[in-house]
């Protein structure tokens, strides 16, 4: 395995607690975490230690595993009770994300599928390397058709983090260029550093750096001066949940750069596994949005405050980009065009017939 595509998420070797990667130390510090309580998985998870869609819900699925261990003297029933609230507290870590609360359903309905604890933790075991390991073809798959949409020569836009770090292996937003890198194509990036947290500039640049991608850093606010130079031929972004008629929640800014796209005649796509598409908000009037500490904004990355300590912050930490400014979202399954209320439901069924045996059953 390449070096810049390892994992960052995994269980110990003896299967008591998660190890992760601890992505708020980067890019001056390689620092891990030792998961072993609700509340040190909680916080990991709150606290963008592991941040990113599919990278959460990994986590989430291997602590739930890790917790369920620590129960497993009780009843059957006192079990599945504990097992329910440690996923609702888990749950409650960040809202808007689908790939959190998902995992952690699947987790609870695999237990559920079995009738003593000793099973139960077998079938647990399963299910969380079973999430971790079709995250890995999904990516794999998604950056295949991806690097389609590149041309020799391009300049790709990209917003926040969607690379190894945010999911596994190659990534969703980042793995086409991962891929391109690797089979010789040519194409700049700029990476926009993605206020407050800085994920474009700590974690994108880190990643595509460390990979030998040619990339340069911009601020939020230079997208248009570069779309405006002629600089970016196609933009790419990942996404955090994905509404039926299309709608996509995605990092706070992604709206405003499919906005900019639109203008000067750039196509804009979003690159997400199915785990991410959420048929049950039919807009993306139904996805919820985070709001985060207004120390991001006023503090936490300066050596002093940069505004009057009581001033009024609104930090919405994602923001819904609309269907009609996307070009396409590149799943595990294809290229989804508009209308996407008949496309991302076809995707859905496509990964259903997978799932049950009926259809391809590599994902
Ligand atoms: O708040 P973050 O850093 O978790 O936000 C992450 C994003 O918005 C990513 O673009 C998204 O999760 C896709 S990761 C493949």
Same mark, same amino acid.
């Given at each position: 395995?390449?070096?810049?595509?390892?994992?960052?998420?995994?269980?110990?070797?003896?299967?008591?607690?998660?190890?992760?990667?601890?992505?708020?130390?980067?890019?001056?510090?390689? @620092?891990?975490?030792?998961?072993?309580?609700?509340?040190?998985?909680?916080?990991?998870?709150?606290?963008?230690?592991?941040?990113?869609?599919?990278?959460?819900?990994?986590?989430?699925? %291997?602590?739930?595993?890790?917790?369920?261990?620590?129960?497993?003297?009780?009843?059957?029933?006192?079990?599945?009770?504990?097992?329910?609230? /440690?996923?609702?507290?888990?749950?409650?870590?960040?809202?808007?994300?689908?790939?959190?609360?998902?995992?952690?359903?699947?987790?609870?309905?695999?237990?559920?599928? /079995?009738? !003593?604890?000793?099973?139960?933790?077998?079938?647990?075991?399963?299910?969380?390397?079973?999430?971790?390991?079709?995250?890995?073809?999904?990516?794999?798959?998604?950056?295949? %058709?991806?690097?389609?949409?590149?041309?020799?020569?391009?300049?790709?836009?990209?917003? !926040?983090?969607? +690379?190894?770090?945010?999911?596994?292996?190659?990534?969703?937003?980042?793995?086409?260029?991962?891929?391109?890198?690797?089979?010789?194509?040519?194409?700049?990036?700029?990476?926009?550093?993605?206020?407050?947290?800085?994920?474009?500039?700590?974690?994108?640049? %880190?990643?595509?750096?460390?990979?030998?991608?040619?990339?340069?850093?911009?601020?939020?606010?230079?997208?248009?001066?570069?779309?405006?130079?002629?600089?970016?031929?196609?933009?790419?972004?990942?996404?955090?949940?994905?509404?039926?008629?299309?709608?996509?929640?995605?990092?706070?800014?992604?709206? +405003?750069?499919?906005?900019?796209?639109?203008?000067?005649?750039?196509?804009?796509?979003?690159?997400?596994?199915?785990?991410?598409?959420?048929?049950?908000?039919?807009?993306?009037?139904?996805?919820?949005? @985070?709001?985060?500490?207004?120390?991001?904004?006023?503090?936490?990355?300066?050596?002093?405050?940069?505004?009057?300590?009581?001033?009024?912050? %609104?930090?919405?930490?994602?923001?819904?980009?609309?269907?009609?400014?996307?070009?396409?979202?590149?799943?595990?399954?294809?290229?989804?065009?508009?209308?996407?209320?008949?496309?991302?439901?076809?995707?859905?069924?496509?990964?259903?017939?997978?799932?049950?045996?009926?259809?391809?059953?590599?994902?």
């Amino acid at each position: 395995m390449n070096q810049y595509l390892s994992d960052h998420v995994h269980l110990s070797d003896d299967g008591t607690a998660v190890i992760i990667l601890d992505q708020t130390q980067l890019p001056c510090r390689t @620092e891990y975490r030792t998961l072993r309580t609700a509340r040190e998985m909680f916080d990991a998870i709150q606290q963008l230690q592991v941040r990113g869609a599919p990278a959460i819900g990994i986590c989430a699925a %291997y602590d739930l595993y890790v917790l369920a261990q620590q129960i497993s003297a009780h009843t059957t029933q006192e079990f599945l009770s504990l097992l329910r609230q /440690q996923a609702t507290f888990l749950a409650s870590s960040r809202p808007t994300a689908i790939n959190l609360s998902a995992a952690l359903n699947r987790m609870l309905d695999t237990a559920a599928t /079995q009738t !003593c604890i000793r099973d139960m933790l077998s079938a647990l075991y399963r299910e969380c390397i079973a999430i971790h390991e079709e995250d890995i073809a999904m990516c794999r798959a998604i950056s295949e %058709y991806g690097l389609t949409l590149i041309k020799d020569g391009d300049g790709i836009l990209t917003h !926040c983090n969607a +690379g190894p770090l945010a999911t596994s292996r190659y990534g969703t937003a980042l793995g086409p260029l991962f891929l391109g890198k690797e089979r010789g194509l040519n194409f700049h990036v700029f990476s926009d550093e993605t206020r407050p947290l800085l994920q474009g500039a700590r974690l994108t640049c %880190y990643e595509l750096h460390r990979a030998g991608i040619d990339v340069t850093l911009i601020c939020d606010n230079m997208a248009s001066l570069v779309m405006k130079n002629g600089w970016i031929q196609v933009c790419f972004v990942g996404c955090d949940r994905v509404a039926a008629n299309g709608d996509t929640a995605n990092k706070i800014g992604t709206s +405003g750069i499919a906005i900019l796209a639109k203008h000067y005649g750039i196509p804009f796509y979003v690159l997400g596994p199915t785990s991410t598409i959420d048929l049950s908000c039919k807009t993306g009037d139904d996805i919820p949005i @985070e709001q985060r500490d207004a120390n991001e904004i006023k503090q936490k990355f300066y050596a002093e405050p940069m505004a009057p300590p009581e001033i009024n912050c %609104y930090n919405p930490a994602f923001d819904v980009t609309d269907h009609s400014l996307i070009s396409g979202i590149v799943t595990e399954y294809g290229i989804c065009r508009a209308p996407y209320t008949e496309s991302l439901r076809t995707a859905m069924q496509q990964k259903h017939a997978a799932l049950s045996g009926k259809g391809r059953n590599s994902l």
